[in-house]
């Protein structure tokens, strides 16, 4: 149990505050996604606000035609990294 609150302590990604960065459209397929995850790729905060946006019903159809190896990697680090506490 210690070790896990030390975890939560140390976490290097803290959630961005609502008034850090602008609000970006959702994206409608996968190229507009990962054309939008290029502008933040070194900020994870800023990622998971955006992703945050996207409802998972609708990565189904963002994803018909295309998923990229590194865009599903950026994904699953975020979701890691904000969603699994």
Known sequence: MELLNQKNETHD???????????????????????DLRKPKNHPGTMYKYLKQIKPDMYLKIFLNSLEPEILNQLLQVFLSFYIK
Do not use: D, G, K, R
Not at 13 to 35: C, Y
């Open 13 to 35: 990604h803290e959630e961005p505050s609502s008034s850090s960065s602008q609000t970006v459209s959702i994206p409608s397929n996968s190229f507009q996604l990962e054309a």
